[in-house]
C-alpha cells in the first residue's frame, strides 16, 4: 500500500510537472511562476512524507523511457491522431532537461521551507 501510495505521488508530481512545462512552453512567465508557487504549496501540504529512494527510482525510469527514440515516435504519433501537430508548442530539449532539474531539486527542498509555508498557512486560515 506504501508503495502505491508512493507510486501515485510520483504520478501526481509528473502530471504537475508536464503541466508546468507546457505553462512555460506558451510564453506565460508571470503565471508560470505563480503556478509553480502553488503546485509546491500543494505538494508540501498533501504529500509532505515520500521516499526518496522510490521517487528516484521512478525518475530514472521516466528519464529513460524519454530518452529512447521509441518515446519520440509514440508522441508524434499521438500529434497526428490527435491533429495538433502545427498547434504544438515547440520547447527546446536543453529547457526542458533544465525545468525539470529545477523541479526535481525544489520538490528535494520542499521540507527545507517550512517556516514559509506554515507562514503561508497562516495568512489562508484567517481568510
Known amino acids: 500500500m506504501k508503495l502505491l501510495n508512493k507510486s501515485i505521488f510520483f504520478m501526481y508530481s509528473l502530471l504537475l510537472h508536464v503541466e508546468l512545462i507546457f505553462i512555460f512552453s506558451i510564453n506565460f512567465y508571470a503565471l508560470y511562476f505563480l503556478n509553480l508557487f502553488i503546485v509546491m504549496y500543494i505538494l508540501y501540504r498533501k504529500f ?29 504519433e499521438l500529434y497526428l491522431w490527435l491533429n495538433i501537430l502545427d498547434k504544438v508548442p515547440h520547447i527546446n530539449s ?34
Open 94 to 127: 536543453e529547457v526542458i532537461y533544465a525545468l525539470t532539474a529545477v523541479h526535481i531539486l525544489l520538490l528535494i527542498n520542499l521540507k527545507r521551507f517550512e517556516n514559509f509555508w506554515a507562514i503561508i498557512d497562516k495568512k489562508l486560515s484567517r481568510n
Open 48 to 76: 509532505s512524507d515520500f521516499s526518496f529512494m522510490i521517487f528516484f527510482l521512478h525518475i530514472a525510469i521516466v528519464l529513460a523511457v524519454i530518452n529512447l527514440e521509441i518515446y519520440n515516435e509514440l508522441l508524434f
